[in-house]
């Protein structure tokens, strides 16, 4: 008892401090402090915004990983996820922003104040401009990150500018935060086969790209245990099932514990195969753990019946999208004619 009150009251202790420090100082303390998260690295990234500049902290793997181009935009494919990736710490209004930084002037002295206030010696700043980097490295001495992934990156938090920079009172269109769209979600859409015009994307369409990403996400996280299950089936039943789906390799491994399930199925299983996989059942007992298979099979099924529905509303949100940008577009096209045919009347 002594012992879970001294836990009970030192955890009431941290409670009290954490509560009486100020918020802004304690982002300054992570930022500082906690150059490394464990043994993971934390970075800067100098972000501008209409009127202003944040600085916001987050994980470098997150854009040294080697998927990086892949998945960044995923982590922003809804906005409420952006706080989990980035972390803002300070967001500072500034009156004229071209002399803030410039080649010429270098950095005015508020941006350089902030910059100093959340940045330990040898941390690493990313930025949106290459010429941000040059102008950091040259007069503040500070190691910069310019690239693709820095740009996806931006491109995820101007996304989500209303809860990322949630002091930035101007806001931008959805034009202006979602244009040029990030390449990333351009290829991912491209291999759905949804070839469309950057200026038709939308936060609807991203956020159901984003569910398709996680379905397909889960089916690649187990593909390797349903490869080698699909070796098992083969080797103890003798089933040839080497131009099986992976869905198909679950539901087998369901039938294995619950033949009744046989009849329920998008991918169709042989009376015989289902007889064999069950008759085979103690073997597999050996070699599989049951609870394992059926947790794999209950996450693809969600999967695979989450994907068939996000597809059409896919569809149909491209759809949609394509014939406003078109009634746009014609819209457009007819003022011009106007004005045109305005301007020869009043020449004439």
């Not at 954490?18 to 800067?44: I, V, Y």
């Not at 950091?136 to 209303?162: A, F, H, S």
């Not at 269109?173 to 994307?201: A, H, N, Q």
Request: with cysteine; glycine share 4%; aromatic share 8%.
């Amino acid at each position: 008892m002594k012992n879970w009150w001294r836990i009970w009251r030192n955890a009431m202790k941290q409670r009290r401090l954490r509560c009486s420090t100020p918020l802004a100082k304690r982002r300054r303390c992570l930022a500082k402090n906690a150059f490394k998260f464990g043994n993971r690295e934390l970075a800067l990234l100098l972000f501008e915004t209409p009127s202003g500049f944040a600085i916001f902290s987050y994980l470098l793997d997150l854009i040294h990983d080697p998927n990086a181009m892949e998945v960044m935009w995923t982590y922003f494919s809804e906005n409420w996820q952006s706080c989990q990736v980035v972390w803002l710490n300070e967001f500072r209004t500034i009156e004229d922003k071209s002399s803030a930084i410039n080649q010429d002037t270098g950095v005015n002295e508020s941006l350089a104040e902030m910059i100093k206030k959340w940045h330990s010696p040898g941390q690493k700043i990313a930025v949106g401009k290459l010429e941000y980097k040059k102008i950091l490295e040259e007069r503040l001495n500070i190691p910069c990150l310019y690239g693709q992934t820095v740009v996806e990156l931006t491109w995820g938090i101007r996304k989500c500018m209303p809860i990322s920079v949630p002091g930035e009172k101007s806001q931008l269109t959805e034009e202006d935060r979602l244009l040029p769209i990030s390449k990333g979600l351009e290829t991912f859409l491209g291999s759905y086969g949804c070839i469309v015009k950057p200026e038709m994307v939308n936060d609807e369409i991203i956020e159901t790209a984003g569910v398709l990403f996680k379905c397909d996400s889960t089916v690649k996280k187990h593909s390797k245990a349903l490869l080698s299950a699909r070796g098992l089936i083969k080797d103890v039943s003798g089933i040839n099932c080497e131009h099986w789906s992976l869905l198909k390799i679950a539901r087998a491994l369901k039938i294995i514990w619950w033949p009744e399930e046989a009849g329920n199925s998008c991918e169709i299983i042989s009376e015989e195969e289902v007889s064999k996989l069950v008759s085979d059942k103690l073997l597999y007992e050996s070699v599989l753990i049951k609870d394992h298979c059926l947790a794999i099979y209950s996450r693809l099924m969600y999967a695979h019946r989450v994907k068939t529905e996000e597809k059409e509303r896919l569809k149909w949100l491209l759809e949609k999208a394509k014939g406003s940008y078109e009634a746009e577009q014609k819209q457009e096209s007819s003022l011009r004619s106007s004005q045109l045919a305005e301007t020869v009347a009043s020449a004439d």
